[in-house]
C-alpha cells in the first residue's frame, strides 16, 4: 500500500477515534505510536518514554525515542490531542540540549511539527521545518512533504539544516 493511502486510510480512523482518545497516553498510544510505524519505523527501533539522564535531574522519560545504535536519533514529544503545541513551552528543548539526536517531532497525534536539532537549540523562535494536520491536510500531499524531507526519517543520515 502507498504511504499516502495509508495516511488517508488513518486519518479516516481518527476522526472515529477521537471522542474515546482522552488522555495523553491514549494519544500517543492509538493516535502517535500508529503513525510513527506508518513512516516506516520498525517498534523496535523505537523506545516508549525512554529514560534520558540529565545529571543532577536524572531520569527523564521522552514521550518516544527512535534509536540507532543504542542512541537518540529522533525524539517525539508528545501532548493530548485537544492541546496547542509550543515548542517553547515544550520538554522537547531540553531533551535535545542533553542529547545527540538530530530531529525532534513536536506532535498532539493531529498536528504533527517537524525540528532539526539546530533549530530547537537556537535561542531565536523557531518555526517548524514542516508541519501538517493529519485530519485537515490531503493525504497525497502530506506522502509528499515526508518525502521531500525523508532525511527527517532516516536515522542513517547525519542532520540537515
Given at each position: ?104 517531532l ?13 533549530m ?28 521531500e ?13
Open positions: 500500500m502507498e504511504l499516502k493511502d495509508e495516511i488517508g486510510q488513518f486519518a479516516t480512523r481518527i476522526k472515529k477515534m477521537l471522542p474515546q482518545v482522552q488522555s495523553e497516553d491514549l494519544t500517543r498510544n492509538a493516535l502517535v505510536m500508529p503513525f510513527i510505524q506508518i513512516l516506516g519505523f520498525d517498534p523496535s527501533e523505537v523506545q516508549s518514554e525512554a529514560v534520558l539522564d540529565f545529571g543532577v535531574k536524572k531520569s527523564k522519560k521522552v514521550d518516544y525515542t527512535i534509536m540507532k545504535d543504542g542512541e537518540p536519533t529522533i525524539l517525539v514529544e508528545c501532548k493530548h490531542h485537544e492541546e496547542n503545541l509550543d515548542l517553547d513551552d515544550s520538554r522537547l528543548a531540553k531533551y535535545f540540549r542533553k542529547t545527540k539526536a538530530k530531529y525532534g513536536l506532535t498532539n497525534g493531529l498536528v504533527y511539527r517537524f525540528y532539526t536539532d539546530k530547537v537549540r537556537s535561542k531565536k523562535k523557531q518555526e517548524p521545518a514542516f508541519e501538517f494536520t493529519l485530519t485537515d491536510t490531503k493525504a497525497a500531499t502530506i506522502a509528499k512533504m515526508i518525502e524531507h525523508k532525511d527527517f526519517f532516516n536515522v542513517d543520515q547525519k542532520a540537515v539544516g
